[in-house]
């Protein structure tokens, strides 16, 4: 799996928008990235996920270039509880595997 | 509907000695895996089951084994603890229709290995 490459921490206001980037300049045409966050004390949790178009739901919208070497998740208005470790994963598609390779993320810090 | 559940939440042992720890999916998930989360780092992947059958397996030695059972819940074993497997263990399910590429992680059990 491609390796991707995060800022260890960042802090953003309350009630701004939290742009968190990912490198992953080696990934592959299969190869989908993917976002989880893990809370203080709490298992990883999905965020959200794409291969080559933005994508957006009701938490957090991803934008991927065009050369889809970087992405970037947002966090349109970060409220405390967004502080967390945010994880950018690439996993091929449908290969079927619950393996995730986890690297050591973004220490967000949404601040009063 | 519940989440991944995952007993105990915590977990105190000695060098040397077996654990069990125990994971039970979403309903209507078939599939469960196991991670090592040490202090600081991201979670590392031990093993994949589904349908009883091991289907992945992660770096990890021959200690650590897994099982799953006709419910699909799911156990790991670790024996001759080493300091070095303190960490909090997570389990994570996934269903099998089409787009069920997430996995749900349960909060886990934090080992500490004295």
């Known amino acids: 799996d491609a390796k991707t490459t995060q800022p260890p921490s960042m802090d953003c206001a309350e009630g701004r928008a939290a742009n968190l980037p990912c490198n992953h300049s080696?990934?592959?045409?299969?190869?989908?990235v993917y976002w989880y966050r893990q809370i203080h004390s709490q298992g990883p949790q999905y965020i959200i996920h794409?291969?080559?178009n933005n994508e957006t739901n009701e938490m957090a919208s991803l934008i991927i270039t065009e050369d889809r070497k970087s992405s970037t998740l947002i966090l349109p208005h970060a409220t405390l509880r967004d502080t967390a470790v945010y994880y950018c994963?690439?996993?091929?598609?449908?290969?079927?595997?619950?393996?995730?390779?986890f690297g050591g993320g973004t220490r967000l810090m949404v601040k009063p | 509907d519940a989440g991944v559940t995952q007993s105990p939440t915590h977990l105190i042992k000695t060098r040397g000695q077996q654990v069990t720890l125990r994971c039970s999916p979403i309903?209507?998930?078939?599939?469960v895996s196991w991670y090592q989360q040490v202090l600081g780092q991201g979670p590392q992947f031990i093993f994949q089951?589904?349908?009883?059958?091991?289907?992945g397996r992660g770096n990890f030695p021959d200690r650590f084994s897994a099982r799953q059972f006709p419910n699909y819940s799911s156990e790991l074993n670790v024996n001759a603890l080493l300091l070095g497997d303190s960490a909090l263990y997570l389990c994570?399910?996934?269903?099998?229709?089409?787009?069920?590429?997430?996995?749900?992680f349960g909060s886990g059990t934090q080992l500490s290995v004295l």
């Open positions: 994570a399910s996934r269903g099998k229709g089409a787009g069920d590429e997430k996995l749900f």
């Open positions: 080696t990934i592959s045409g299969n190869e989908y």
């Open positions: 794409g291969l080559k």
């Open positions: 994963i690439v996993r091929p598609a449908y290969n079927g595997g619950n393996m995730l390779t």
């Open positions: 309903s209507g998930h078939k599939s």
């Open positions: 089951y589904y349908e009883k059958e091991e289907r």
